[in-house]
Structure formats: C-alpha cells, structure tokens
T-cell receptor, first 115, second 116 residues
Framework: AQSVAQPEDQVNVAEGNPLTVKCTYS??????LFWYVQYPNRGLQFLLK??????LVKGSYGFEAEFNKSQTSFHLKKPSALVSDSALYFC?????????????FGSGTQLTVLP | EAQVTQNPRYLITVTGKKLTVTCSQN?????MSWYRQDPGLGLRQIYY???????DKGDVPEGYKVSRKEKRNFPLILESPSPNQTSLYFC???????????????FGSGTQLSVL
C-alpha cells in the first residue's frame, strides 16, 4: 500500500525567510508526486508535480520541490516566504503503474507566514 | 471560466434524511472524483468515475452512492446520513481518465456537511 507522511502539522516562518514543508512517501515502484495548496474556504489548487526527469521541480507562486529518491522525499520549498503563502499544504503520491484512483494524500501541513 | 461547482456550500441535516450534493464541471473532463477531508486524515477518496456510466469505489465508499449519467455532473448521494459522515467534501475532476495518473486535479470549493 502507498502512503504519504507530512511530519509537521504546523510550520511557522517569518516573512522573507525561506520555507520548507516536508513530505516523505512510500510506494511500490516509481512515483508520481504532487503538491496542492488549500486557502481558507477554498478547494485545493495544484502547485506542482514530479513525473520524471529533473529532480528539482518548479511550480506556481515561486514554489519548488526537490525529489529525492534515496530518501523517498519530496519537500516543498520557497526561497522567500510571503504572508499570502499562509495556507494548508498537501502532498500526494501515486504509483507510476497505479490506476487513476490510487492518489494518496498526506494529512496536510498548515503553513503560517508571520509578518 | 473553467471550474468545478459544488452545491450547497454548507448543509446541516439530521440522521437518516436523504441528501444529495451536486458537482458539475465545465471543462469536458473525463475523470471525476469525490473526497472527504477530516482533520488529521487528509483527503480520502469516496468514489471516482472514469467516464459516463463508469464509477468505482474509492477508499471510504460505505454510506455513499454516486451516479454519472452525464459527463459534466457527478452527484454524491447519502441515502441515510449518519453523524460520522459529518465532514468537508470535495469534488474534483481531471482531463483524461487514461492518463489520470499524471494529470492534475481541479477541485470544487467544498461542501461542509453536518449530520446531527
């Protein structure tokens, strides 16, 4: 069975500082990896995905994520946080050979950027 | 505007009273899915649909029904709601079912359901 762990329920960072939201995964074979963001009272929005190729993936709003196969991690990063980045972030994984339904989400990490 | 529309946004009901949450997408997407979001558990898939008249169970289908009679609509039906179905529900869609594994999902704004 595949799984996603987001070890931090809450991450606080000062505006202008770099931020990291952690994600580790477990899946049979090669993974598809995703990050989604949820703003208050909104549905999830796609940020970025890793399918294959370059381990550093760039996405929306200046976010990027680094795929590390040996550590089975896919941490979300941003060089300089904004107050408007405050939201709930979800990591998700699907096996390369999996069916459409087998997208597993993590439990989410609440990011708060302090002014 | 391309979007996934869910209604209602908020719903309070009582145990056993049948209800339907509607979901409609205007992007001609093949794949549609329902999730529930609970604190500390993330999103869990309830049902999904690969195309019209093709539906299948997700990870937590008990107590729910769905139908896909038209490509754009994918309603979620609770025949006899119970308090443990109190949750935040999201409908999502993606473009192609055949490549759904690497397609991004488009989500609705959510339906907060409370079953008393």
């Amino acid at each position: 069975a595949q799984s996603v762990a987001q070890p931090e329920d809450q991450v606080n960072v000062a505006e202008g500082n770099p931020l990291t939201v952690k994600c580790t995964y477990s899946v049979s074979g090669n993974p598809y990896l995703f990050w989604y963001v949820q703003y208050p009272n909104r549905g999830l929005q796609f940020l970025l995905k890793y399918i294959t190729g370059d381990n550093l993936v760039k996405g929306s709003y200046g976010f990027e994520a680094e795929f590390n196969k040996s550590q089975t991690s896919f941490h979300l990063k941003k060089p300089s946080a904004l107050v408007s980045d405050s939201a709930l972030y979800f990591c998700a994984v699907r096996a390369l050979s999996g069916s459409a339904r087998q997208l597993t989400f993590g439990s989410g990490t609440q990011l708060t950027v302090l002014p | 505007e391309a979007q996934v529309t869910q209604n209602p946004r908020y719903l309070i009901t009582v145990t056993g009273k049948k209800l339907t949450v509607t979901c409609s997408q205007n992007m001609n997407h093949e794949y549609m899915s329902w999730y529930r979001q609970d604190p500390g558990l993330g999103l869990r898939q309830i049902y999904y649909s690969m195309n019209v008249e093709v539906t299948d169970k997700g990870d937590v289908p008990e107590g729910y029904k769905v139908s896909r009679k038209e490509k754009r609509n994918f309603p979620l039906i609770l025949e006899s709601p119970s308090p443990n179905q109190t949750s935040l529900y999201f409908c999502a869609s993606s473009r192609k079912a055949s490549s759904a594994a690497n397609e991004k999902l488009f989500f609705g704004s959510g339906t907060q359901l409370s079953v008393l």
